[in-house]
């Protein structure tokens, strides 16, 4: 249900004008779960990828998947790999999947890839080596299912973005639901941290 729910939402937001939209598939606490719940979520993201990399994909989606790829299996990776090729010179809108994905795990990689660059530690910097680097600025992030948290996700993208949180499971969360959270963050004043 939940992989309905992330194709019917991002075929909404494309045929919105969405630029830009990226979903959480699985966190680096997600290995935590019960190594049966891990396997079948696996197998789901794999099934999933394997159907997307069959279809003829007319829509000019660029999808990226972010997150720590080196504990990934070797067929997980060879289609996250397929689809990326696949759709790298879409130009239309960017398709984040965040998978092995957590906020802090990616800064500290970040920082340690700018390091070894012999670059500098600064925002400027740091930035580039982000798994969303050369991604618009993050604006709004919806949290689903009641929970009031951001729990690892983008927590560096999100230092300004909107957030809203509702009380609708991901499963059943629509685009009823996304014209919600859209209609809400049109009347808020971001201001950036000025006056």
């Known amino acids: 249900m939940g992989v309905k729910a992330f194709q019917r939402l991002s075929e909404y937001a494309l045929k919105r004008g969405i630029r830009c939209l990226t979903f959480y598939a699985f966190s680096t606490e997600n290995w935590r779960r019960p190594a049966a719940e891990v396997e079948a979520l696996m197998r789901l993201l794999s099934q ?39 759709s790298a010179q879409n130009d239309g809108m960017q398709l984040n999947i965040a ?18 660059a012999g670059e500098p530690l600064a925002e400027s910097t740091l930035e580039n080596y982000l798994d969303t680097a050369g991604t618009p600025p993050l604006d709004l992030i919806i949290r689903t299912g009641g929970e009031s948290r951001l729990s690892n996700f983008l927590l560096w993208q999100g230092a300004y973005a909107e957030l809203y949180f509702c009380p609708i499971l991901w499963p059943d969360f629509g685009p009823a639901e996304f014209e919600k959270a859209m209609t809400w963050y049109a009347g808020r004043n971001r201001r950036f941290g000025g006056v």
């Open 48 to 86: 999933y990828l394997a159907d997307l990399n069959r279809q003829q994909d007319d829509r000019n989606v660029r999808i990226r998947f972010i997150g720590e790829r080196c504990v990934l299996n070797e067929e997980l990776l060879r289609l996250m790999e397929s689809v990326e090729k696949r």
């Open 99 to 116: 998978i092995n994905y957590g906020g802090r795990d990616e800064i500290v990689r970040a920082a340690n890839a700018c390091l070894r």
